[in-house]
């Protein structure tokens, strides 16, 4: 069954450094999403993306964070300058239509960031 | 500013026991709801989803009901069993062209066999 996957599975990085999260989202899946959950905190979605643009953004998703679709599966995040707040869990996610009441919303394994 | 909540946080049940999931929502003009299971440290699985004009959807020992009026939704699971457990997220769609997902901060069940 096809799945989103994300790599690394966990990275470790020092204030201040930029790190890049890849996602491979379901191959014929049109919408790409990034969440992100801090130990003990509910989910929070950051991003959508659609026909390799931005769709919507957050108010967590400031000029800090960027994301590309380079090529047709890789889908990345990347946070310019890390702060320890931006330790958490991120997961990428993707959905495969453009009806929002049909669109289901499938998750991958998530990359965990601890920023010391 | 949306809410979900879910209660309770946590649940402990005996093996066999059929239970309910509660899943609230401050505003009804949702466009869908989605069950997600997740086990420690890991990722969010999708376990249903109901679209705004269902009031119900199914899937083997899973079922989950929508009352868009009420702001509810239920997660009933039958005859649990110790590989259920985990914490369920509900999470809502908003707002017409709106993708993002707004979770609750879930509930935590235990099955003790």
């Known amino acids: 069954e096809p799945e989103v996957t994300q790599t690394p599975s966990h990275q470790v990085t020092q204030m201040g450094q930029e790190v890049i999260l890849r996602c491979v989202p379901i191959?014929?899946?049109?919408?790409f999403y990034w969440y992100r959950q801090i130990l003990g905190q509910k989910v929070e979605f950051l991003v959508s993306?659609?026909?390799?643009?931005?769709?919507?953004k957050s108010e967590i998703f400031d000029d800090q964070f960027s994301v590309e679709r380079p090529d047709g599966s890789n889908f990345t995040l990347k946070i310019r300058s890390t702060k320890l707040e931006d330790s958490a869990m991120y997961f990428c996610?993707?959905?495969?239509?453009?009806?929002?009441?049909?669109?289901?919303?499938?998750f991958g394994p998530g990359t965990r960031l601890t920023v010391l | 500013k949306q809410e979900v909540t879910q209660i309770p946080a946590a649940l402990s049940v005996p093996e066999g026991e059929n239970l309910v999931l509660n899943c609230s929502f401050t505003?009804?003009?949702?466009?869908?709801l989605q069950w997600f299971r997740q086990d420690p440290g890991k990722g969010l699985t999708s376990l249903l989803l109901?679209?705004?004009?269902?009031r119900e959807q199914t899937s083997g020992r899973l079922n989950a009901s929508l009352d868009k009026s009420s702001g509810r939704s239920t997660l009933y699971i039958a005859a649990s069993q110790p590989g259920d457990s985990a914490t369920y997220l509900c999470?809502?769609?908003?707002?017409?062209?709106?993708?993002?997902?707004?979770f609750g901060k879930g509930t935590k069940l235990s099955v003790i066999p």
């Open positions: 996610a993707s959905s495969p239509t453009g009806t929002v009441a049909y669109n289901e919303q499938f």
């Open positions: 191959s014929n899946h049109l919408y």
């Open positions: 993306f659609y026909n390799n643009e931005i769709s919507e």
């Open positions: 505003d009804s003009a949702i466009y869908n």
């Open positions: 109901i679209q705004s004009s269902q």
């Open positions: 999470a809502v769609t908003y707002g017409a062209g709106s993708y993002q997902l707004t």
